[in-house]
């Protein structure tokens, strides 16, 4: 797990604008107005993986092999403290709307990155805003992926 989240981590910072890449430990929780990051971020977190015995390899250790599934979640972040409506000014709109094309930019790197040998790519699953009441605009991006021969 300690490679594929460090190998996450850096295709992600291939990304110009974002200012914070980290695991996900908790940093958008209950730390309002005093978030420990820097806008905008994107928390990276495996989030499930389930395993199968596919058989044995004599060679290898451990002996007994398992195929995974599993998801990574990425969540993007970002304070949105102004105005964007219809009479708001343009420069501003696009401003407060800049994360979802980060997101987007993420999503070219990401979709289809196979982040350890032996694992399959991620393929995007789902996409979530998650609403909150203290100005921090936050989007979870969840992908899939395979492992093979563990």
Known sequence: MKEFLENTQ?????V???SY????????DDYSPN???KWPCCLIDVTNIEFSDIGRDKK?????RQEGNGNMTLTFANMKLTNTSFKAPQGQK???RAILDL????????HGFA????SGKLMRKSFKRVKRDDGIQQYQVVYTIGMHNL
């Open 103 to 110: 997101i987007e930019e993420v999503h070219g790197k990401i």
């Open 16 to 18: 110009i604008g974002i």
């Open 21 to 28: 890449i980290d695991e996900d430990w908790g940093q958008l």
């Open 94 to 96: 696009d401003n407060a």
């Open 60 to 64: 290898a250790t451990p002996q007994n």
């Open 115 to 118: 982040p350890v040998i032996g």
């Open 35 to 37: 978030t420990p990051v």
């Open 10 to 14: 850096v295709k992600i910072s291939e």
